[in-house]
């Protein structure tokens, strides 16, 4: 019996100690080398991106591209940086902001950005 419940016990630990990751399919709107601002649907059934979020960056989150249905490409922060300004800037873009899929580790306030993949049309 004891046996059993050391092994549950154990189970248990090693179940909670595997780190939470996440993705958002968002809207960028600021990047920076500190962190991102996303905004996120409340819910699946919502349709506006309306809930701000901000999210860490750091030295070991990679940035990728993605135009139409091609492989997304690795990229810098930089281009990131200039795409997402100029998605901002575009007056007829309805999400203000470039869309991405975010991919995440951690948390609540330790959320670490680990891949930000931004999409845009045409090729």
């Given at each position: 019996?004891f046996h059993?419940?050391?092994?549950?016990?154990?189970?248990?630990?090693?179940?909670?100690?595997?780190v939470?990751?996440?993705?958002?399919?968002?809207?960028?709107?600021?990047i920076?080398?500190?962190?991102?601002v996303?905004?996120?649907?409340?819910?699946?059934?919502?349709?506006?991106?309306?809930?701000?979020?901000?999210?860490t960056?750091?030295?070991?989150?990679?940035?990728?591209?993605?135009?139409?249905?091609?492989?997304?490409?690795?990229?810098?922060?930089?281009?990131?940086?200039?795409?997402?300004?100029?998605?901002?800037?575009?007056?007829?873009?309805?999400f203000?902001?470039?869309?991405a899929?975010i991919?995440?580790?951690?948390?609540?306030?330790?959320?670490?950005v680990?891949?930000?993949?931004?999409?845009?049309?045409?090729?």
């Open positions: 019996m059993r419940c050391l092994a549950a016990v154990v189970v248990l630990f090693v179940v909670a100690s595997i939470v990751a996440g993705t958002y399919e968002a809207v960028v709107t600021k920076s080398d500190k962190e991102i996303i905004k996120v649907k409340k819910d699946k059934d919502d349709k506006k991106f309306s809930e701000e979020k901000k999210l960056v750091n030295k070991d989150t990679k940035f990728y591209t993605k135009k139409g249905k091609d492989e997304p490409k690795e990229s810098s922060l930089g281009d990131v940086t200039k795409a997402v300004e100029k998605a901002v800037d575009n007056e007829k873009n309805p203000k902001g470039a869309r899929t991919e995440t580790e951690g948390e609540g306030d330790k959320e670490v680990t891949k930000v993949t931004i999409r845009s049309k045409g090729k």
